[in-house]
């Protein structure tokens, strides 16, 4: 891939405190950009110490934890346990918090396809398909998720080189591409419940996700 991106450049730059349902609470370095290639309103956290992971990593240290994460109003704001999209995201926002780095909150709703998308792939899904089929189905990519936009935030905050936490092998091979190094890809929880199964067997079986849905780590 190896594509040449223009630059964007940082917008605004606020801190936001941040609290969980379950109590957490952290501080958040929340930026905007300008000049992404998407033209959608993605958003980087900086957490924990950033900026001493991004000196660190300068010298040759270690890089900063980054998490790209796309937007996913059903999991991350009502609760839906019929993905592990809130609970990732509230296990990254502690894990970087704690080393310093980054999560990247991606407004791609629904592997690309949208929300109202989404929502006509759960109905097809109840009918008997997997997530990837359903997108299918409809007409759509089976993931139509890219990380231009991603690589764009990364290195205009002068992350060039990051560890990933992310169980998707397609993240680390699109940012690299797109000129971030990925020093190490560091798996994230398996959040597995009797009702998001059959959608993380699916991320195993058909994207070669890092899952271990027999011994799931606690979180």
Known sequence: MNENLPPAA???SV?????????????????TFADLVDDREHLLLGLGDWQAALERSATGGTAPLVRP???CLTGDVFGSL????GPQLR???ERIAETGGFLLYLRQ??????LYAKLDA???QDSGLDTYEANVALGRGEDEREYRAAAQMLLAVGAQRIRLLSNNPDKAAQLEGFGVAVAERVPTGVHLSSSNLHYLEAKRDH???TLDLEHPAAS
């Open 10 to 12: 940082v917008r605004t």
């Open 15 to 31: 801190r936001v405190p941040l609290r969980f349902a379950d109590g957490y609470e952290t501080v958040a370095q929340v930026v």
């Open 69 to 71: 994460h796309s937007e």
């Open 82 to 85: 019929r993905c592990d999209c």
């Open 91 to 93: 296990e990254a926002v």
């Open 109 to 114: 709703e629904g592997r690309g396809i949208g």
């Open 122 to 124: 759960y109905a097809l």
């Open 207 to 209: 994207t070669a996700h």
